[in-house]
């Protein structure tokens, strides 16, 4: 009897153990997988910002706005492109990490022909104004 009596509080203590360890995993998931966005983002931003360097010459100064991130790895957000000759063009565009170069946005056919007379890469530092109104240089 007495060990009947035993193993009933045991089978409690280990439906306990168990409880504990689910909501420790869920409530430690919860709070690792919140820091790892961040960091996602900034390197979506940043992937964006290599993308456009290589894509596009003489650039001096770029400016994300507006993002929209998308699971897995996609961003898309507005962009201003200043130019070393002081011109500046605008437009939409939508970016996955694993692009290599720039073949998409919306843009008028003008701002297609404009963007095309650019083409080639970037090789000094630009400055880089992030969403979140960060700044930098890449």
Same mark, same amino acid.
């Given at each position: 009897?007495?060990?009947?009596?035993?193993?009933?509080?045991?089978?409690?203590?280990?439906?306990?153990?168990?409880?504990?360890? @689910?909501?420790?995993?869920?409530?430690? *998931?919860?709070?690792?997988? $919140?820091?790892?966005?961040? #960091? =996602?983002? /900034?390197?979506?931003?940043?992937?964006?910002?290599?993308?456009?360097?290589?894509?596009?010459?003489?650039?001096?100064? @770029?400016?994300?706005?507006?993002?929209? *991130?998308?699971?897995?790895? $996609?961003?898309?957000?507005? #962009? =201003?492109? /200043?130019?070393?000759?002081?011109?500046?063009?605008?437009?939409?565009?939508?970016?996955?990490?694993?692009?290599?170069?720039?073949?998409?946005?919306?843009?008028?056919?003008?701002?297609?022909?404009?963007?095309?007379?650019?083409?080639?890469?970037?090789?000094?530092?630009?400055?880089?104004?992030?969403?979140?109104?960060?700044?930098?240089?890449?």
């Amino acid at each position: 009897m007495l060990k009947s009596i035993f193993f009933k509080y045991y089978k409690w203590f280990y439906l306990l153990a168990v409880l504990i360890v @689910i909501l420790a995993a869920v409530f430690f *998931y919860g709070v690792l997988n $919140g820091k790892p966005r961040q #960091v =996602n983002r /900034r390197e979506l931003e940043t992937g964006l910002v290599k993308v456009l360097k290589n894509t596009y010459k003489d650039i001096e100064e @770029i400016q994300l706005t507006s993002p929209h *991130y998308h699971a897995p790895d $996609g961003l898309s957000c507005h #962009v =201003n492109l /200043r130019f070393s000759d002081n011109q500046e063009m605008d437009y939409d565009l939508g970016y996955s990490s694993s692009q290599k170069e720039n073949d998409q946005g919306s843009q008028t056919d003008e701002g297609r022909a404009f963007l095309k007379n650019r083409k080639g890469k970037t090789k000094t530092k630009v400055s880089v104004t992030y969403p979140d109104g960060d700044k930098g240089r890449e």
